[in-house]
């Protein structure tokens, strides 16, 4: 079975740049699995953030953006804001209709 | 706008089913399909499947596969989600997404229905 991974936890500090991935157990991540990324905070409904790769959605501050780094999705949050202290989620689509989330980063700024 | 409105909580017992609706408002209901993505207490977010509005087929998680029926009525916009002999770890909060094609990403979320299977 296919799993994604993120990294367990980031600390950064206020107005500080962090990188967050999303990579897979076997094989490399390109724009073909159409990676999107969700933040939310505990109790809270997800927001999407970037799909299709580097895409932001609407509202979502310039200071989110998304590319693909090396074999891995990346979410880039350039000058954090206190109120970007959140869980952030990856998805990969796989084909034949099927998605995977990954295992979730939690960002302290 | 668009809303996408759930059905209310549900305490069930093991064994039995669940049927969680996703009322949608404010577009176009056909053109988009629909993904159930759940959270367990304290865990992460799971892709359960989705209703794919590109090939007009279901798409299930290998997990649920075999316990899990995702359906639509176009006449009330409403799309349903029936998960079969609930186990305790099925407890979570089940949420309904709309899911953009071609791109596969969920833009729209409904607010959330807890469902606690317990005996």
């Known amino acids: 079975q296919t799993v994604v991974t993120q990294e367990p936890s980031f600390s950064v500090s206020p107005g500080g740049t962090v990188t967050l991935t999303c990579g897979l157990t076997s094989g490399s991540v390109s724009t073909s699995y159409y990676p999107s990324w969700y933040q939310q905070t505990p109790g809270q409904t997800p927001r999407t953030l970037i799909y299709d790769t580097s895409t932001r959605s609407s509202g979502v501050p310039v200071r989110f953006s998304g590319s693909i780094l090396g074999n891995k999705a990346a979410l880039t949050i350039t000058g954090a804001q206190a109120d970007d202290e959140s869980n952030y989620y990856c998805v990969l689509y796989l084909g034949s209709g099927i998605s995977v989330f990954g295992t979730g980063t939690n960002v302290a700024v | 706008q668009v809303q996408l409105v759930q059905s209310g909580d549900e305490v069930k017992k093991p064994g039995a089913s669940v049927k969680v609706s996703c009322k949608a408002s404010g577009y176009t209901f056909t053109k988009y399909g629909i993904s159930w993505v759940r959270q367990a207490p304290g865990q992460g977010l799971e892709w359960m499947g989705r209703l794919n509005i590109n090939n007009g087929n279901t798409n299930y998680a290998q997990k649920v596969q075999g316990r899990v029926t995702m359906t639509r009525d176009t006449s009330t916009n409403t799309d349903y989600m029936e998960l079969r002999s609930l186990r305790s770890d099925d407890t979570a909060v089940y949420y309904c997404?709309?899911?953009?094609?071609?791109?596969?990403?969920?833009?729209?979320w409904g607010q959330g229905t807890l469902v606690t299977v317990s005996s």
């Open positions: 997404a709309r899911d953009v094609g071609p791109t596969y990403y969920f833009d729209y």
